[in-house]
């Protein structure tokens, strides 16, 4: 499986400790919207993207898949994914969210079983849990001038940079 080379990976916990505010603004991204997308590497090397819900449970960001679903094919094989929120009405109310790093499947059964109860999803399903090797969040300015773009990496705090 190809790595991610030399970049470090945190679980949200450490990301919502490291930089709360940001923390806080893309989880409410995912959260405003039920449908996000999901970039995985297929096995030829070239990108697929699928459409995915994403849950906060416990400390983690976590996305289910169907039993043996190509997504789920693709995060066993090559960890790396990129997850995009729902852009929702286009107005940028709220910023738009990316998040990657490299995915880990849960099979501990305790895991599995309390995520089953907290979050209802089908009979069989599967798990995958999103370390993180990066979050951007792009908002506009209150002043409607700029973007501002905030990053965050694990070791490297929060950077911000605005763009007219």
Sequence with gaps: MPSLGPSPTATWAELATGAPDLAAAVRSRFEATKHHVLATVRADGSPRVSGTEVQFHGEDLVAGSMPDSVKARDLRRDHRYALHSNPGDGSMAGGDAKVS??????????????????????????LFRFLIAEVVHTAVHPDGDRLVIRSWRPGQGVRTVQRR
């Design 101 to 126: 790093g490299v995915a880990a499947e849960v099979t501990d059964p305790a895991a599995l079983a309390d995520y089953a109860d907290t979050i209802g999803p089908p009979p069989e399903f599967e």
